[in-house]
């Protein structure tokens, strides 16, 4: 006899999760949290630096956005929603203990699924490290606005909704990070001129076209 099941809340919208989880549905806001929490490790990872700080950090937000979730008014999406509280969560901590970050190590693969911009000489892993310890270098308000422009993807109207901020703040701080990133990232650049010149030499019997 075939049964009959009720329809598993991984088939609701951001949104209808947020609504079922307003009214007491127990595993609404759960699938939200699995739904989106590599994203979300990505940000926290790549704006703190330290795996472990990041994974407190991600505690944080979603602990905060688990308590703050009957508020949400759906006039953004859900994704921005989460964003804003994990972004906050993270300058939070970077204020409050002046953290000095660590280059991370581990889950650069996923991360580097996450964050397209990112460049990839040919060796991934080493550039990521790069970048990321250059990132370390910059006041933790830059860092916010290059992650999520320039390594998650985002738009800079994006940006300014998650950090709670005017479009041209995002801009401003996107281009002083990037004009402090780019001398301590010139090697990576020098790699792949390289790179790209030894490739044409080796066309045609090693004779550039």
Known sequence: MASVSASPVDEFSDKELMSRHAEG?????????????????????RTLGDPEEAA????????SAFRAAGRFRGDAAVTTWLHRIVVNACLDRLRRKSIRPATPMGDTDKMD???????????GHGTLLDVTAALN???YEQR???VLVDMMGYAVDDAAEFLDVPAGTIKSRCARGRARLAP???HL???QARGNVEGT??????RPK
Not at 25 to 45: K, S
Not at 56 to 63: I, K, M, P, R
């Open 25 to 45: 549905d127990p595993h609404a806001f759960g699938q939200l949290v699995t739904r989106h929490r590599d994203r979300m490790w990505a940000v926290a990872v």
């Open 56 to 63: 407190d950090a991600l505690q944080d937000a979603f602990l």
């Open 113 to 123: 699924a996450l964050a397209p911009r990112l460049p990839d000489p040919t060796d």
């Open 137 to 139: 270098e910059l006041p």
């Open 144 to 146: 916010a606005a290059l």
């Open 184 to 186: 301590r990232l010139a």
């Open 189 to 191: 650049r020098n790699r």
């Open 201 to 206: 030499d080796t066309e045609g019997g090693g």
